[in-house]
Structures are given as structure tokens and as C-alpha cells.
């Protein structure tokens, strides 16, 4: 059965700090990747995809994610956090043929201290 | 260009009763869905179309019901509210290989 686990359910850094959120995933064809965000009280916003190709992806506001196949993990990293980062971070899979539908984690929640 | 909008916002309501949530895309896609987003659980899909006049069941369609009349709209119905269908529902839309468009949620309350 398809599934995406985020294995850190809370993560606090300090503004300027480095950040990697961890997803997993479990999908028996060629999967497509996506980090979503979510600040308070709003919808999801895409950060960024994996169809194929290069397995380092470049997405909005800095943030990057490495597709390891052999892993089946697609992480997501940013350099250096700002206060503005602190939000809840969604990992999903989709079919690479069908209809788009897609399997999300449970997601990962993210404070920053100034 | 308003994207996808989801009415109402917030609604509260009385166990037994029904309501229907709105979805409207103004982007001409294909697909739209139906999501509920419960804490620790993610997103979880209900119904999706993908195209007028069509519809699926998701991972937890029970005691939901869904109709794409047209293009632009998809409707998400409870006929008989339970108290279990507290959630945050999310609508989405896209074409196909693209990346899904979330609107801003609707809150949903039964009491």
C-alpha cells in the first residue's frame, strides 16, 4: 500500500539555523514528490516537485529536496531558517500516471526561535 | 484570478443535520478533490472528479456525498452529520501532471 511517513512530528531551530524535515515513502511505481506548507488558518502551498530528472529540486523560498531512490526518501532542506519559516510541512506522493491523487504524511510542525 | 475559493469559511452544526460545502476553480481544470484534515492524520482524500459530470471515492468516502455539475464547481454534501466529521475540509484542483491547488479550507463543527 502507498504511504508517506514525516518521522518528526515537532521540530524547533534557532533563526539562521540550518533545517532538514525527513519523508519517507512507500509506492511500488515511479512516484511524483511534493512539499506542500501550511501557515495557521490557511491552505496548502506548493514548495516544490519531483517528476524526474535532476534528483535535487530547487523550490520557493529557498527551500531544495533530494529524491533518493534507493533511500525512497525525498527530504527537504533549507540553508538557514527565518522566523517567517515557522509553519506545518506536508510531504505527499502521487501516481506518475492516473488521476493526481495524492498520499500525504502526517506532516511535521515547525517552530523557530529568535 | 481567485484560484480555488471554498464557502463557507466556518459553519457550525447540529448533529443529523446536512450541509453542502462549496467548491469553486476558476484555473478550467480537470481534476478537483475533496480533502478532510484531521491533527496528526495529514490530509485525507473523500471524493475527487475528474471531469464534469464525474466522480470517485477516496480513502474515506462514508457518509459523503459529491457532485461535479459543472466544470468550475464541486460540491461536498453530509447528508446526516456525525460529530466524527469535525475536520478541516480542503478543496483542490489541477490538470493533468501538474501539481494540485489547494483552497483556504472550510472549518467545520458538529455539536
Known amino acids: 500500500a502507498q504511504s508517506v511517513t514525516q518521522p518528526d512530528i515537532h521540530i524547533t531551530v534557532s533563526e539562521g539555523a540550518s533545517l532538514e524535515l525527513r519523508c519517507n515513502y512507500s509506492?511500488?511505481?515511479?512516484?511524483?514528490l511534493f512539499w506542500y506548507v501550511q501557515s495557521p488558518g490557511q491552505g496548502l502551498q506548493l514548495l516544490l516537485k519531483?517528476?524526474?530528472?535532476?534528483?535535487l529540486v530547487q523550490g520557493i523560498k529557498g527551500f531544495e529536496a533530494e529524491f533518493k531512490r534507493s533511500q525512497s526518501s525525498f527530504n527537504l532542506r533549507k540553508p538557514s531558517v527565518h522566523w517567517s519559516d515557522a509553519a506545518e510541512y506536508f510531504c505527499?506522493?502521487?501516481?506518475?500516471?492516473?488521476?493526481?491523487?495524492?498520499?500525504f504524511g502526517a506532516g511535521t510542525r515547525l517552530a523557530v526561535h529568535p | 484570478n481567485a484560484g480555488v475559493t471554498q464557502t463557507p469559511k466556518f459553519r457550525v452544526l447540529k448533529t443529523g443535520q446536512s450541509m453542502t460545502l462549496l467548491c469553486a476553480q476558476d484555473?478550467?481544470?480537470?481534476?478537483m478533490y475533496w480533502y478532510r484534515q484531521d491533527p496528526g492524520m495529514g490530509l485525507r482524500l473523500i471524493h475527487y472528479?475528474?471531469?464534469?459530470?464525474?466522480?470517485a471515492k477516496g480513502e474515506v468516502p462514508d457518509g459523503y456525498n459529491v457532485s461535479r455539475l459543472k466544470k468550475q464547481n464541486f460540491l461536498l454534501g453530509l447528508e446526516s452529520a456525525a460529530p466524527s466529521q469535525t475536520s478541516v475540509y480542503f478543496c483542490?484542483?489541477?490538470?493533468?501532471?501538474?501539481?494540485?491547488?489547494f483552497g483556504d479550507g472550510t472549518r467545520l463543527s458538529i455539536l
Open positions: 483542490a484542483s489541477t490538470i493533468r501532471g501538474q501539481p494540485q491547488h
Open positions: 509506492y511500488g511505481a515511479t512516484p511524483y
Open positions: 519531483y517528476f524526474s530528472g535532476d534528483t
Open positions: 505527499a506522493v502521487g501516481a506518475s500516471g492516473g488521476y493526481n491523487k495524492l498520499i
Open positions: 484555473m478550467n481544470h480537470e481534476y
Open positions: 472528479s475528474v471531469g464534469e459530470g464525474t466522480t
